[in-house]
């Protein structure tokens, strides 16, 4: 592995560890500080709205810098300093505030480190899907070192936890190595919102695949909001569904250190078209309440779900694109992951209490849209060396 490969990998292995630690306790510790159930969910949400509103700018601003990496170190850095002071706030706004200021300036630049380090790859040769693979572990490493941290220090060491998983995060930050070609002519697209360069590459037969691989993340984020309580209603035990969740995880990692085959091999339209079909089957096994044998293959099939449909629509995005649009670009597709993920989440709360698992019946559907679009787009243009 080359020191640039290297760093980049320790980077994606530490990324994800605050989202572990908030994933794992942080509605617990928002209980224990008097924060209502609706109050969680604000705090929970108010991140997510922030990142909807300036990611493309974010990333349209890391694309004019010198270097991806500046604004890289901005936002981990910020996010850092600020967690500094969660120990010290009280009370919903103060909470609010800075919980808001930990989480949106990593949120803006998580599409930049994955601009950056997908061109990075392409450039030096490596499998940025490999790379990836290495934050999930992370991110499940630090799951369960969370559990047992809080349990032999107790809950206030969820706060020295997001400090310490921050600063590690802009430390691994600071090793990246130069992550844009030096001395590389660039040019500075002009518009308003969006860029004229991304608005040029997004044609329609472009940007159909593209809102299909958001729909289909949106349905994992139902996955990751419901399937403990689904699974605990049909009668599986807390290790049990703590076991599932990790098998899908562990199943989408492999996957993904096995990219550079599977990428070289399928063109990137045809991975979300799988990625699609698979999702209506995996959906659609959710409405029958199926026996634990049967609930293991589903989770299996994270490996194709979300890794085919996410990683292909990053490769799709990048072939697409220029470096002077890179960030901007997969900011965008960042924002309509976030975007569909609210809406899809929301709208299956409500149908959940009423209809119950048959609200899965919304993921099918929303899968099989998914479909289609990618149908269209294959259609109008057919695949080729450069997709």
Request: with cysteine.
């Amino acid at each position: 592995m080359t020191k640039p490969e290297f760093a980049a990998t320790r980077y994606y292995f530490v990324t994800f560890w605050t989202a572990a630690v908030t994933v794992t306790y942080l509605p617990i510790w928002l209980n224990e500080q008097g924060i209502s159930d609706a109050g969680i969910g604000l705090i929970n949400t108010l991140p997510m709205a922030g990142i909807l509103l300036f990611s493309v700018l974010a990333g349209r601003l890391a694309d004019r810098a010198s270097d991806w990496k500046q604004a890289i170190l901005l936002g981990t850095g910020l996010s850092a300093a600020v967690s500094l002071f969660l120990g010290f706030a009280e009370g919903f706004w103060m909470i609010l505030f800075i919980w808001s200021m930990i989480n949106l300036p990593a949120g803006l630049v998580s599409p930049v480190a994955d601009a950056a380090t997908m061109r990075l790859s392409m450039r030096l040769g490596f499998s940025f899907g490999a790379t990836r693979a290495w934050g999930t572990l992370g991110y499940l490493a630090m799951c369960f070192l969370t559990g047992y941290v809080i349990l032999w220090f107790g809950a206030p060491s969820f706060v020295w936890l997001i400090v310490l998983t921050c600063a590690a995060r802009f430390l691994v930050a600071a090793g990246l190595p130069q992550m844009r070609e030096s001395g590389r002519p660039r040019a500075v697209s002009d518009g308003r919102l969006l860029s004229r360069e991304v608005i040029a590459a997004f044609e329609p037969w472009v940007l159909l695949p593209v809102i299909a691989g958001a729909i289909l993340f949106a349905n994992h984020m139902v996955m990751n909001a419901f399937s403990s309580l689904v699974w605990k209603q049909q009668g599986l035990s807390e290790p049990v569904i703590g076991g599932l969740i990790a098998l899908g995880a562990a199943a989408e990692a492999v996957t993904m250190f096995a990219w550079r085959r599977i990428n070289t091999r399928f063109p990137a339209r045809v991975l979300i078209l799988i990625a699609a079909l698979a999702s209506i089957l995996r959906w659609a096994g959710m409405t029958l309440s199926p026996p634990l044998a049967v609930i293991v293959v589903m989770q299996l099939g994270q490996a194709v779900t979300f890794t085919f449909s996410y990683l292909g629509c990053l490769y799709f995005i990048a072939k697409r694109t220029t470096e002077d649009s890179s960030a901007e670009a997969q900011s965008l597709f960042g924002v309509m992951m976030q975007g569909f993920s609210i809406l899809v989440v929301a709208g299956f709360g409500v149908a959940f209490g009423i209809f119950g698992v048959n609200a899965f019946w919304i993921c099918v559907t929303l899968s099989a849209l998914a479909l289609v679009m990618v149908q269209i787009s294959l259609r109008m243009r057919k695949p080729d060396s450069a997709d």
